[in-house]
């Protein structure tokens, strides 16, 4: 998987503040652009993705695009069996 550094004119920042897909963080001036399948990932930087790649993708799964999505408040996805963040660890 490479990636590709991406500058974000100031249209991004006049319309939308660009966060990393990852950890969150704010993205100042140059996103680091990488794709998992069909999903582009905006990130800080190659380490975000290395991050992507060893936990959060075989934490939470692959991420879905952003676009698509309808903003349905509350949108009730049936529980799948297994969730991922199950914590049931008993010393
Ligand atoms: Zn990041």
Known sequence: MTGRWQELGRAWH???VVHCSVCGKLIPRRAWIFADEAVEIQACGPDCQQLYETY??????????PEG???GAG????AD???????????
């Open 14 to 16: 006049e319309t939308n």
């Open 56 to 65: 959060w993708r075989p934490t939470y799964g692959a991420m879905r695009p």
């Open 69 to 71: 999505t309808h903003g």
């Open 75 to 78: 949108a009730t996805r049936s």
């Open 81 to 91: 069996a297994g969730t991922p963040g199950h914590k049931a660890e008993v010393d």
